[in-house]
């Protein structure tokens, strides 16, 4: 039993008279909790966010998550740290449910693209993986603009215009890239995941990609300032973007 869920199991068992099975069920998901963040002395609001986004990988109901977050707002209470509240009124259950590709899934999808797509297709998500750009940022009228080795990408939904280095590992996919109009980018995204033999529901598209990235920066720890001004988000949509 991890540091963390044998105070919360003994709290419950020892002060609150609770049964061991509540006690056993709430120490699960402590020890869920300290394997996503750690053990610390006090956490904040990035902790309870990376473990959201780890609860989102894992495809939870929003009911569910409310539960698997009992136990932590209890150990924020033994601890004497405020637990975010604001936030987690913004987990929505659609955002919970929005597609998201899993790390593994964008993986293949790149290691297949490079055997099977054209080269045309593969400047797309070479750029998709490496950016997390919307489709309308790949688009005519205003696709990025690549030249000396950086690129800029004019940015939607009112977010600042950005300008980046382009990894050299990129650089020989990015010779084929030649924006299509933003209505075909959809159909586009589906023939590539056909030809690579990467078969999902409804709903996925580019978004899809872009999310499995902001997952993958959440758990590596990424500032919130670094990830609103690399995702390009605007000071609005921080908050949804993040919950």
């Not at 099975?21 to 909790?33: C, G, I, L, P, Y």
Request: charged share 25%; net charge positive; with cysteine.
């Amino acid at each position: 039993m991890g540091k963390l869920a044998e105070m919360i199991y003994n709290d419950l068992v020892g002060r609150r008279g609770s049964s061991h099975d509540t006690a056993q069920h709430w120490k699960t998901w402590t020890e869920r909790f300290e394997q996503v963040c750690g053990i610390k002395e006090k956490y904040d609001r990035s902790d309870v966010v990376k473990f959201l986004a780890w609860e989102r990988t894992q495809d939870f109901s929003q009911n569910s998550i409310n539960t698997h977050l009992r136990p932590i707002k209890l150990l924020a209470q033994i601890q004497d740290w405020p637990f975010p509240k604001l936030s987690m009124r913004k987990v929505r259950d659609e955002d919970i449910t929005r597609t998201t590709f899993s790390k593994e899934q964008v993986i293949s999808l790149i290691q297949m693209g490079r055997q099977l797509l054209t080269p045309k297709e593969i400047s797309f998500l070479a750029l998709s993986t490496t950016y997390g750009l919307r489709r309308e940022e790949m688009s005519k009228p205003e696709p990025p603009d690549m030249a000396d080795g950086k690129i800029t990408i004019h940015t939607i939904k009112g977010g600042p215009e950005t300008t980046h280095l382009i990894p050299p590992e990129i650089v020989p996919y990015l010779d084929s890239f030649s924006p299509y109009g933003k209505d075909y980018m959809s159909h586009l995204f589906l023939k590539m995941l056909y030809k690579t033999g990467i078969r999902v529901g409804a709903g996925y598209g580019w978004h899809s990609i872009r999310r499995a990235l902001i997952t993958d920066l959440v758990l590596a720890e990424a500032s919130v300032i670094n990830m609103m001004r690399f995702m390009r988000w605007s000071e609005g949509s921080i908050g949804k973007e993040l919950g």
